[in-house]
T-cell receptor, first 118, second 112 residues
Framework: GAVVSQHPSRVICKSGTSVKIECRSLDFQATTMFWYRQFPKQSLMLMATSNEGSKATYEQGVEKDKFLINHASLTLSTLTVTSAHPEDSSFYIC??????????????FGQGTRLTVV | SQQGEEDPQALSIQEGENATMNCSYK?????LQWYRQNSGRGLVHLIL?????REKHSGRLRVTLDTSKKSSSLLITASRAADTASYFC????????????FGKGTRLSVIA
């Protein structure tokens, strides 16, 4: 299957700092990527839809000024958690659909990023 | 927002037994997918079933879909300790670039 690479896999940061998470589609062009957040023992909650070359679409309740999304190319989307607080500690996962044909149906996921804000 | 519910929320079985997990959803769908997640890791795609399909097999996995009841089931036969993970169903409204919406998941423990 297609490969989506997410980096870093783990990050610990201090309160008030910003953290950038990268999501790359390695062998296909992803016009759209999705960012999810997952708290312990819970399901994935969609945060936003990232569209290449345009503004991201945020789900209700997700602060767009806090979670900055940039999708500058067909293979890279970034999520920046600005002015992080301990309550932002979570597992963040990106996903991409694309590549044409069946690949438009199946979603491919990054390995996830465990963010801990201290 | 989450699409639906899975049950049971947690399931513990002995190695060799079959595990059945159910998923219900609320809106019309183009397809339904099942994913597996090991603790603290990313998701692994297991199987996709389209809205016009009723049953699909992949190795030890069997998925059914009942669109009239808006429900799906995932059966893992002859379970192994390595099957211990969380399993999520996810639905897509169409085959285009819309996000998957996940159910709450079932935590499966297979005891050796």
């Amino acid at each position: 299957g297609a490969v989506v690479s997410q980096h870093p896999s783990r990050v610990i940061c201090k309160s008030g700092t910003s953290v950038k998470i990268e999501c790359r589609s390695l062998d296909f062009q992803a016009t759209t990527m999705f960012w999810y957040r997952q708290f312990p023992k819970q399901s994935l909650m969609l945060m936003a839809t990232s569209n290449e070359g345009s503004k991201a679409t945020y789900e209700q309740g997700v602060e767009k000024d806090k979670f900055l999304i940039n999708h500058a190319s067909l293979t890279l989307s970034t999520l920046t958690v600005t002015s992080a607080h301990p309550e932002d500690s979570s597992f963040y996962i990106c996903s991409a659909r694309g590549g044409g044909g069946e690949r438009n149906t199946e979603a491919f996921f990054g390995q996830g990023t465990r963010l801990t804000v201290v | 927002s989450q699409q639906g519910e899975e049950d049971p929320q947690a399931l513990s079985i002995q190695e060799g037994e079959n595990a059945t997990m159910n998923c219900s959803y609320k809106t019309s769908i183009n397809n339904l997918q099942w994913y597996r997640q090991n603790s603290g890791r990313g998701l692994v795609h297991l199987i996709l079933i389209r809205s016009n399909e009723r049953e699909k097999h992949s190795g030890r996995l069997r998925v059914t879909l009942d669109t009239s009841k808006k429900s799906s089931s995932l059966l893992i036969t002859a379970s192994r300790a390595a099957d211990t993970a969380s399993y999520f169903c996810a639905t897509a409204r169409n085959s285009g670039n819309t996000p998957l919406v996940f159910g709450k998941g079932t935590r499966l423990s297979v005891i050796a």
